[in-house]
C-alpha cells in the first residue's frame, strides 16, 4: 500500500483492502479516475472487477483506503459525505517526506479514529 500511494503522489491513490474477521488478506489498488491531488474517485470498472475478484475468493471487503499527499491526516468533509460502506476508512498523509497512516470509522457523518494494528 505505501509504495502505491507514495508512487502516486501528488496524486491521491487509492483502493480495498480485503480479509476475514478484520484481518487483511489482500491489498487491491485501484486507480484513482480522478488523477487529483485532492480528491479520489475509483474507477467503476476496477472496483467493480476488484468486488468481484473479494467475492470469488471468499473475502469481505473490510477497508477502503486513500492518500492525502499534502492534506490532513484524518478524515476530510469530503471522505465523511461519501463514505458508502461499513467499512474501515484508511487514511495515508504525507508530513514533509514521511508517509503516516490513521484509521476510521466513519458513521453518521462522524470519523472515529480506530486503532490499527500493522503486522507482517
Ligand atoms: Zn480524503
Redesign the pocket.
Known amino acids: 500500500m505505501l509504495a502505491h500511494v507514495a508512487q502516486q503522489a501528488p496524486l ?1 491513490a487509492c483502493g480495498l483492502l480485503a480479509g476475514r474477521n478484520d484481518r487483511v488478506e489482500k491489498v487491491i489498488l485501484v486507480r484513482n479516475q480522478a488523477q487529483s491531488p485532492a480528491r ?1 474517485v475509483m474507477d467503476p470498472y476496477e472496483q467493480l472487477q476488484a468486488f468481484d475478484w473479494i467475492e470469488s475468493h471468499g473475502l469481505e471487503l473490510i477497508g477502503i483506503f ?1 492518500s ?1 499527499p499534502t ?1 490532513p491526516d484524518t ?2 468533509a ?2 465523511i459525505a461519501e463514505a458508502a460502506y461499513q467499512v474501515v476508512y484508511i ?1 495515508w498523509s504525507r508530513n514533509q517526506h514521511d508517509w503516516q497512516v490513521r484509521g476510521f470509522w466513519i458513521e453518521d457523518d462522524n470519523a472515529t479514529e480506530i486503532a490499527l494494528e500493522i503486522g507482517e
Request: charged letters at 20%; proline letters at 0%; hydrophobic letters at 30%.
Open positions: 491521491e479520489f486513500h492525502h492534506g478524515a476530510s469530503t471522505d487514511i
